[in-house]
């Protein structure tokens, strides 16, 4: 049975990353690869309702990310179909290629840790279509934004899903994680944005002039952006306080922005209003790509129910030994698959006996758990959500920003265990 699910989701996996070349969409690839090991794990078991009860288990997960990315891009496809983002745009006078590359990666970079990767890579790419017309240098930016939110998130607390796991697990404390994370992540982000910065030459195509909404007045534009704005801030501050899944922090702040853009536009005509209402946002957001999240979780979800990932935990304690070592193959291990499962199985299988509270271990997989994933494009929420919104490829994203990625992350590490082995810290 194991083999089985192994082949499935290797072939699985092979479809998602050839999707241009057979001409079969991903997020279908992905659904059928998502029910297959989920089948075959049910066929092969005796116990069905352990089965169901564990498939239940991980769809509660499964859903909390997936409303979340819902919410998080009606709130931004909201923002957009006011001109919200012109608040931005309007500041942002460079046109300079590289001095856009270090605006937009410390932009990224620092608010991954206020928001978190997923919805700050669904925030900045939306922004970039606005600033980057041409849609080949965009791609390229849209590459340094995953590796910038990625990096971000894994120093704070609230920035990656697994740097908050460790958090609440009690592995890892707020103050810590960002004192002794803080420069090996920016490490992991400023030296594929150096390379990209000399890769890129002259100045950036002047965007067409934007067809100003009518029915959105100025008044209007300024109140939904700073409102969807509070939304997206709201949420790691409603989690804290109410230690609540982060999804019902970003569906409280939609039915806000809901409330809001309809008293708004309540004495406007109705072909007017239907343009700026979540009605339309709905229609809007890229559906596929939810669809696309929806099988890879489940996918992984199988590997993880049947033990196949804590089975390549346990080889790797044994085969490898050193715990540095075991912590970097684990973060090139989430580019390919979730990060999450891994270090579940890593909480499961280190004490706090063995490793105490702040121990360098727990801070070093949260930071290598929270970049390795941008080594590939599906390897991490803000990779795929930057996927299905500015349709990249897998090898395109393989040739292009993978080795950047890749630098970056080994540099990343290297920085924290010197860093370590200089201080003891």
């Given at each position: ?6 082949l ?81 745009t ?9 001095k ?47 590796i910038?939110?990625?990096a971000g ?28 994370t ?37 008044g ?12 997206l ?128 271990f ?9 970049t390795?994933g ?15 919104i ?33 201080f003891?810290?």
């Amino acid at each position: 049975m194991v083999l089985i699910v192994s082949l499935i989701f290797i072939f699985g996996y092979a479809a998602i990353a050839l999707e241009h070349p057979i001409k079969i969409n991903k997020a279908a690839s992905a659904l059928v690869t998502g029910v297959l090991c989920w089948t075959v794990f049910s066929l092969f078991t005796p116990d069905k309702e352990h089965v169901v009860e564990s498939l239940t288990e991980h769809l509660g997960d499964v859903a909390g990310i997936l409303f979340f990315l819902l919410g998080a891009m009606v709130i931004v496809e909201l923002i957009d179909a006011h001109d919200g983002f012109e608040i931005i745009t309007d500041r942002i006078q460079t046109k300079s290629k590289k001095k856009m590359v270090w605006i937009i990666g410390i932009i990224t970079f620092f608010l991954s840790a206020v928001l978190d990767n997923l919805t700050t890579t669904i925030v900045i790419v939306s922004l970039l279509r606005k600033i980057i017309p041409s849609n080949k240098e965009r791609l390229l930016f849209a590459g340094l934004v995953v590796i910038s939110a990625n990096a971000g998130g894994a120093w704070s607390p609230i920035g990656d899903v697994t740097t908050t796991m460790l958090w609440i697990g009690g592995q890892i404390s707020a103050g810590n994680i960002i004192m002794k994370t803080f420069i090996a992540s920016f490490v992991c982000f400023a030296i594929p944005a150096t390379i990209i910065s000399l890769q890129v030459k002259g100045e950036l195509e002047k965007p067409k002039p934007a067809t100003p909404n009518l029915s959105s007045l100025p008044g209007e534009r300024k109140a939904v952006f700073f409102i969807g704005i509070c939304a997206l801030l709201f949420v790691p501050i409603f989690k804290t306080i109410t230690h609540l899944p982060p999804y019902m922090g970003i569906l409280f702040g939609l039915g806000i922005m809901w409330i809001v853009t309809e008293m708004i536009h309540s004495e406007k005509d109705e072909r007017d209003k239907d343009i700026l209402s979540v009605n339309y946002a709905l229609r809007k957001i890229d559906s596929p790509s939810i669809l696309f999240f929806l099988g890879i979780l489940i996918s992984v979800s199988a590997l993880q129910s049947i033990g196949v990932l804590r089975e390549m935990a346990l080889w790797m304690n044994q085969g490898i030994g050193d715990i540095r070592i075991i912590t970097i193959s684990i973060g090139l291990l989430s580019s390919i698959v979730d990060n999450v499962p891994l270090v579940a199985a890593a909480q499961g299988m280190y004490g706090m006996d063995q490793f105490p509270k702040d121990h360098y271990f727990w801070e070093f997989l949260a930071y290598c758990a929270g970049t390795g994933g941008s080594c590939l494009i599906i390897g991490s929420a803000a990779g795929v959500a930057a996927m299905g919104i500015e349709k990249i490829e897998f090898f395109w994203y393989l040739k292009k920003i993978a080795w950047l990625a890749l630098i970056g992350y080994l540099a990343g590490a290297g920085a924290y265990l010197l860093e370590q082995y200089l201080f003891h810290t």
